[in-house]
């Protein structure tokens, strides 16, 4: 059975980087059906994309973040991360990281989050 | 960039209840549509894709239709579970979701 799990700090300072890493089981992350993907959500608010990477490397931001965010893969480890750089406290939010399905833009399989705060 | 409206942002309904939850696209999506169910604390789970197609493993209770600009999110007959808040999500041009609807107890 897939499973997602995140890890990192929870706790960035205003202007420094927020840095996670989503660990896969169950599956290959090599796996040449799926993107890999961040959605952040901001506490009692909706739900926004990230980004997402295949496994080769190629990845896709959100134009909105696309000025700060890298995403990146290690398939030796069967992992991907995320860095968001210049964070303040609007990035305050849990962080999700998701398979994004064969067929379409959606994402059928989440990790649990992780809550992310940026404060001094 | 394709914005999407859910309605209403609440709905206050029984156990037994149909409840249908509306979402529109400022512009034509074809049918690359999604829909998701959050419980708090929760990741979002996948209900439907395609518009109309039923995950795996979703209770049948669950339907969406709709193409266009237009969709509905219908659940047949309420049950305890599905107390929670729903988002949808396009996939047509890159991915943006609904800001949500909460499903509380009448």
């Known amino acids: 059975q897939l499973q997602l799990l995140e890890s990192g700090p929870g706790l960035v300072k205003p202007s420094e980087t927020l840095s996670l890493t989503c660990t896969v089981s169950?599956?290959?992350?090599?796996?040449?059906?799926?993107?890999w993907g961040w959605i952040r959500q901001p506490p009692g608010k909706g739900l926004e994309w990230i980004g997402i990477?295949?496994?080769?490397?190629?990845?896709y931001y959100n134009p909105s973040l696309k000025s700060r965010v890298t995403i990146s893969v290690d398939t030796s480890k069967n992992q991907f991360s995320l860095k968001l750089s210049s964070v303040t406290a609007a990035d305050t939010a849990a962080y999700y990281c998701?398979?994004?399905?064969?067929?379409?833009?959606?994402?059928?399989?989440w990790g649990q989050g992780t809550l992310v705060t940026v404060s001094s | 960039d394709i914005q999407m409206t859910q309605s209403p942002s609440t709905l206050s309904a029984s156990v037994g209840d149909r409840v249908t939850i509306t979402c529109r696209a400022s512009?034509?999506?074809?049918?690359?549509l999604a829909w998701y169910q959050q419980k708090p604390g929760k990741a979002p789970k996948l209900l439907i894709y395609?518009?109309?197609s039923l995950e795996s493993g979703v209770p049948s209770r669950f339907s969406g239709s709709g193409s266009g600009t237009e969709f509905t999110l219908t659940i047949s007959s309420l049950q305890p579970d599905d107390f929670a808040t729903y988002y949808c999500?396009?996939?047509?041009?890159?991915?943006?979701f609904g800001q949500g609807t909460k499903v509380e107890i009448k």
């Open positions: 998701a398979r994004r399905e064969s067929s379409g833009n959606y994402f059928g399989c």
């Open positions: 169950g599956g290959s992350i090599s796996s040449t059906d799926y993107y």
């Open positions: 990477i295949y496994y080769s490397g190629t990845a």
């Open positions: 512009q034509s999506i074809i049918s690359w």
């Open positions: 395609e518009a109309s």
């Open positions: 999500q396009q996939y047509n041009s890159k991915v943006v």
